[in-house]
């Protein structure tokens, strides 16, 4: 079974549209991340959720949206889609925000804008 | 190491050989760190990890070192195999706040 998966692995869409892309993680935990990887394989974090608390925003646009229905799902909406858009996005887990571990990725959802 | 331009910072290693991959970390008040593995298509996957109360910690084929007063990270990887090709990330992280900084990444390329 896929430990954390995302939905769709692949999503090509045209400027000003708006989509959004699915995670969820089988793990029981407590904590989930989106990163964004550009076309230069640089990985940053854009949000973190914890037990559905939304407990860090790295001052990405409001145009991203995250919603996390439960804790074992955090989705991302993107209003108004842009050419910068277009990037590889991460959905991430881990146990525990308080206890340092690793963090498990999905397979990514390599999105463009046209 | 450094991205330089536009491309990721390349290490070609014929197979058998062992492989060292640098990383720089910029928090002094970093206290936890991870290596990843990230093959084509696919997302970041765990190697190793190690806390700042250790300088070195051995896993099966690899080796992470940790030098707190340069803040610099090392993966050794022995015996480096065709298998082992793809982009590896430093992250590190500080305690109490889970927050994942990632490093820029190198692209570790065997040579059969």
């Known amino acids: 079974d896929t430990a954390v998966s995302q939905t769709p692995k692949y999503l090509v869409t045209q400027m000003g549209n708006d989509k959004s892309i699915k995670c969820e993680q089988n793990?029981?935990?407590?904590?989930m991340y989106w990163y964004k990887q550009d076309s230069k394989k640089f990985l940053k974090i854009m949000f973190s959720?914890?037990?559905?608390?939304?407990?860090i925003n790295e001052t990405v646009p409001n145009r991203f949206s995250p919603k996390s229905p439960d804790k074992a799902h955090l989705n991302l909406h993107i209003n108004s889609l842009e050419l910068g858009d277009s990037a590889v996005y991460f959905c991430?887990?881990?146990?525990?925000?308080?206890?340092?571990?690793?963090?498990?990725f999905g397979q990514g959802t390599r999105l463009t804008v046209v | 190491g450094e991205s330089v331009g536009l491309h990721l910072p390349t290490l070609s290693v014929q197979e058998g050989d062992n492989s060292i991959i640098n990383c720089a970390y910029s928090n002094s008040a970093s206290d936890y760190f991870i290596w990843y593995k990230q093959e084509s298509g696919k997302g970041p996957q765990f190697i190793i990890d190690?806390?700042?109360?250790?300088d070195k910690r051995q896993g099966q084929r690899v080796t992470v070192l940790l030098n707190k007063t340069v803040k610099h990270l090392s993966l050794q990887i022995a015996a480096t195999q065709p298998g082992d090709s793809a982009v590896y990330f430093c992250a590190e992280n500080s305690y109490n706040f889970n927050k994942f900084y990632f490093g820029s990444g190198t692209k570790l390329n065997v040579k059969p």
């Open positions: 959720y914890n037990n559905k608390e939304l407990i």
């Open positions: 793990l029981g935990h407590d904590t």
């Open positions: 190690i806390r700042s109360n250790m």
């Open positions: 991430a887990s881990s146990p525990d925000r308080i206890m340092n571990t690793e963090a498990f």
